[in-house]
């Protein structure tokens, strides 16, 4: 069966010609065009994945997600947005939104977002040890010292002081358990997975997105940067690393 998109745009013209791509991609999709219809449908129909726009009248595309996070939804949603600050993009995330795309963008990446979105809700099978990334494709980095290597099993991960129940989708440093959106989850596994290992920009992107956005993309840092503020700590070691020109390392100095 054809998965199921629920798009809530108020802009017509943009609203038709997503429908149409998305429509002829495969996809069955119900177009609204504002957040009191988007929840009525989110409500009735139980969508696969939802589009929204950021900025509508009424109720936005912020609120709808904030209501259906509420109601213990987990739908994945794409954000389209036409603010491009960092602050703005981090709105949307603290309302629970999963990913975002940036106005004017290009339909196939549209589509290479919802991929991966989608991907990340069918069930998940892990095996042991680190998910097949080492120094000859991230282009550089070193495992840790023996001892603080990860620990891995099909249920859970353990690096850093970190701890993830992969089944549960929880996550704790120490005692404390972490809010963490889907992505924020898949990127901070996909990091402890390979503690101690430098996984450059275009292994992250894959991993995560299952898509390169090139080099002029600043979606990865501000995913870093927004998990960074939910496992920092005051006089806590910072766990995510930037290592220029490269990408991101896990590890507790």
Known sequence: MPQTVLLAEDDRAIRHALERALTLEGYEVTAVADGVEALAHAHRTSPDVLVLDVMMPGIDGLQVCRVLRAEGDRTPILMLTALVETAD????LDAGADDYVVKPFDVE???ARLRALLRRTLPVTTGGGAVGVGAGTTGGGALAEPGREPLVSDRQVEAAGLRMDLQARRAWRGSRELELTRTEFELLELLARNAGIVLDHS?????????????????????VGYLRRKLDEPGAPQLIHTVRGVGYVLRED
């Open 109 to 111: 990446e549209v589509f």
């Open 203 to 223: 292994t992250i992107y894959d991993r995560i997105w299952g898509y390169d956005f090139g080099p002029g993309s600043k979606n990865l840092a501000v995913y």
């Open 89 to 92: 993009r981090i709105a949307g």
